[in-house]
């Protein structure tokens, strides 16, 4: 139940996690348009045109990788990015780059970004800023053949103590 309390305290940043999709979307859209050597972009809201060694025109683009891109949000974010109407937006990989660069400045220093953190705080989520422990001295290397093999699920202090016990000699 309390995971289903910490994962309904994210409903509030649904508009901040399709935000930052979509801007994906445009990153995968820039990288595509390198893997075939496309110059230019053409971006409507029902297709979307790449212009390079080939011509491909479609209402949505799936990369190398399998990422699908849909002409209507990726209109949608580059009308927004832009911030002006047009019937198409050309675009080059290079500027979808500065673009997206852009919007995650303004998202990183923006409120959105902010209220997600004090929820990650809130619900205890967030990273550690630095480690309440100081570390450990280092130690030489051992041979990876002396090496206690570690079991999984195991923490550090737990490995570090049986380490420490099996280092004492017989009394």
């Known amino acids: 139940m309390d ?26 859209l820039a990288a595509h348009m390198e893997e075939r050597g496309d110059r230019v972009t053409l971006i409507s809201g029902e297709t979307i045109t790449l212009i390079g060694a080939e011509m491909l025109s479609d209402a949505g683009v799936t990369t190398g990788k399998g990422a699908r891109i849909e002409a209507a949000t990726a209109y949608r974010v580059l009308q927004a990015l832009k911030g002006h109407d047009a019937p198409e937006y050309a675009v080059t990989r290079e500027e979808l780059g500065a673009l997206n660069a852009r919007a995650v400045a303004e998202l990183e220093g923006g409120d959105a970004l902010k ?35 570690e079991r999984p699920g195991r923490g550090r202090r737990a490995a570090e103590t049986e380490e420490t016990a099996t280092e004492q000699p017989a009394a």
């Open 3 to 28: 995971t289903l309390k910490k994962a309904g305290a994210m409903l509030a940043h649904l508009d901040l996690f399709h935000q930052m999709l979509d801007l994906r979307g445009l990153l995968q």
């Open 115 to 149: 209220a997600f953190g004090d929820t990650l705080a809130r619900i205890g989520a967030a990273p550690a800023a630095a480690p309440v422990h100081p570390p450990a001295p280092a130690q030489a290397p051992q041979p990876e053949a002396s090496a206690p093999a």
